[in-house]
């Protein structure tokens, strides 16, 4: 027998515990970058502190109906599976308890066992089955690019490192494009209720409700004077509270660009002048659309009115 210490925490007032070994720090979150994909569980990104980080739904990954809405505070965990760092969203973190417990070895199950705590009933949860690996294949370079293999920095490190910024990148005919994602507050699959269309070949695409809003969606390829040929999400972008809703590709990938890596735009583009840096990605030149001058495009062609 060894002594264990264990957080516990709420989800739907199911009580759950993890070792505090794998914890990182606990704290709020609120306004993740909501991502839809084919993974039930994976809800997003959080960017804290400069650092993007998986956001987990660990209520679904338990089979528990839990929805999670992004512009409300909830309580976080950010843990290390001693792989991956990612954040789980839940209802109430109760506290720190230790007990008596024999070694604990993952049996592959994500519940290892229920702890009897006087009344409650606490399950323990192994931190190291929460992902699913063959799930995230689909950007499985991004999801865990930044928050691989967490270590202690030391001292020198940290002034070395270098200055990061996550983008979203997608490509429209054959060019690629990129956002500096800590501007696009949501993505949103749209569908009848929340997006109405009105056209794909007009600047302003149509409209979509959000916080009791109604906010015009800006058809960015047909702005590019380019044609989209896929499935879109609509991108919610918000920057010194002004928000703005345009198409990007359903393709859309997330990276991290070194700041030395981003370099003034020299092509043909630079007659858009919401383009004006440009890094690699895959051997190919990204076009970073400056979000403040196209807010200022938009106002002036009367697409977006404050």
């Avoid at 925490?9 to 839809?36: C, Q």
């Avoid at 940290?158 to 005919?173: C, G, H, L, S």
């Avoid at 076009?287 to 106002?299: A, G, S, V």
């Avoid at 062609?301 to 404050?306: I, P, T």
């Amino acid at each position: 027998m060894r002594n264990i210490h264990i957080i516990t925490f709420k989800i739907n007032d199911n009580l759950y515990g993890i070792e505090i070994k794998y914890l990182l720090e606990s704290g709020r979150i609120s306004n993740f970058f909501k991502i839809p994909t084919k993974v039930e569980y994976f809800e997003g990104l959080f960017n804290l502190r400069g650092t993007i980080i998986p956001v987990i739904n660990l209520g679904k990954r338990l089979g528990i109906n839990y929805e999670i809405e992004p512009d409300k505070q909830k309580n976080f965990l950010y843990v290390n599976d001693t792989v991956y760092s990612f954040i789980i969203v839940v209802d109430e973190i109760s506290g720190v308890k230790n007990y008596k417990y024999d070694f604990i070895n993952s049996s592959g199950d994500l519940i290892i066992d229920t702890i009897i705590d006087k009344d409650n009933l606490i399950s323990l949860i192994d931190v190291k089955q929460i992902i699913v690996l063959d799930d995230f294949k689909f950007t499985k370079r991004f999801l865990f690019k930044s928050s691989f293999g967490i270590e202690e920095f030391e001292i020198d490190k940290i002034e070395k490192e270098e200055t990061k910024i996550p983008f979203a990148v997608f490509k429209i005919n054959n060019q690629l494009f990129a956002i500096n994602a800590i501007f696009i507050k949501q993505l949103i699959e749209p569908d009848n209720k929340n997006f109405k269309l009105f056209s794909l070949k007009e600047l302003v695409a149509g409209e979509i409700e959000f916080n009791k809003k109604i906010i015009e969606v800006i058809n960015f390829p047909e702005l590019l004077e380019m044609e989209l040929k896929e499935g879109y999400y609509i991108a919610l972008i918000e920057k010194d509270e002004k928000l703005m809703a345009i198409i990007i590709p359903e393709k859309t990938e997330f990276v991290e660009i070194t700041t030395e890596n981003i370099l003034d735009d020299v092509s043909y583009f630079k007659n858009l002048f919401f383009i004006d840096k440009i890094f690699k990605f895959n051997n190919e030149n990204v076009k970073i659309i400056n979000i403040d001058r196209l807010f200022e495009y938009l106002t002036s062609r009367k697409a977006l009115e404050w």
